[in-house]
């Protein structure tokens, strides 16, 4: 059993790689990677309940409502996987949620949040390319836009939240996948060991 409790949070405008680097963190941490993303496009594929409410929401690239969105985090932290750590991607992305999270966790909710950098023109051809190759519903270039003018709104106030707790590793997301990676992993190991020495 490891006793490792790492509890880290990846944010970024839409593109910017959560999804990426989520996967090499995760394994590098040995933690669950847990994206609530991922966890509506499984439901909406599988045709469930929860998929059938957050579908027509997600294709206009809205969010999903805090209550809905806090109730299946906070039953995925409860899963065992989770109790040695976790890392969250695309999630909070509000300040209702960050204070949902902290409710949901004794202690402090996260010990560090990566920032991943990339300016807006990067992002946007990023998703047209993964538009062409993967199809993704959210990924037309008006709901692209849409959804970087929601991050602005909605998530990005939450940087200096997390500045002020002393949590924020900010990294340049521009580079090949493993040059950002390298980045986060040096980025988080300093701030962990920060913060294992206060
Ligand atoms: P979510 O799935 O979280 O999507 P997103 O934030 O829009 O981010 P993406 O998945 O598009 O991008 P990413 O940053 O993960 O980048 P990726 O690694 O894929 O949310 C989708 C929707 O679900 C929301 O709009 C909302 O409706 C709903 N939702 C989710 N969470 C919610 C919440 N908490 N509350 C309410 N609603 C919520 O990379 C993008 C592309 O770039 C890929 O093709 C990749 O191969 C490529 N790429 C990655 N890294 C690089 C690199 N270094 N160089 C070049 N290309 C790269």
Do not use: C, W
Request: aromatic share 4%.
């Amino acid at each position: 059993m490891t006793e490792s409790t790492t509890r880290l949070l990846i944010i970024g405008p839409p593109g910017a790689g959560k999804g990426t680097q989520a996967a090499q963190i995760a394994e590098r941490f040995e933690i669950p990677a847990i994206s609530t993303g991922d966890i509506f496009r499984a439901n909406i594929k599988g045709g469930t309940p929860l998929g059938q409410q957050v579908q027509a929401i997600i294709e206009r690239g809205e969010l999903v409502p805090d209550t809905l969105t806090n109730e299946i985090v906070a039953d995925r932290l409860a899963q065992p996987d989770a109790a040695g750590g976790f890392l969250l991607d695309g999630y909070p992305r509000n300040v209702e949620q960050v204070h949902a999270l902290d409710g949901m966790i004794e202690g402090d909710a996260l010990d560090a949040v990566v920032l991943l950098e990339v300016d807006t023109d990067a992002v946007v051809a990023r998703l047209l390319k993964r538009a062409e190759l993967e199809g993704r519903a959210d990924d037309t270039e008006e709901v692209i836009r849409h959804r970087q003018d929601v991050y602005a709104e909605q998530t990005a106030p939450l940087v200096e939240l997390f500045a002020e707790r002393g949590i924020l590793v900010s990294v340049d997301g521009l580079g090949t996948v493993d040059e950002v990676a390298e980045r986060i992993a040096a980025g988080l190991t300093a701030q962990l060991a920060a913060k294992a020495g206060r």
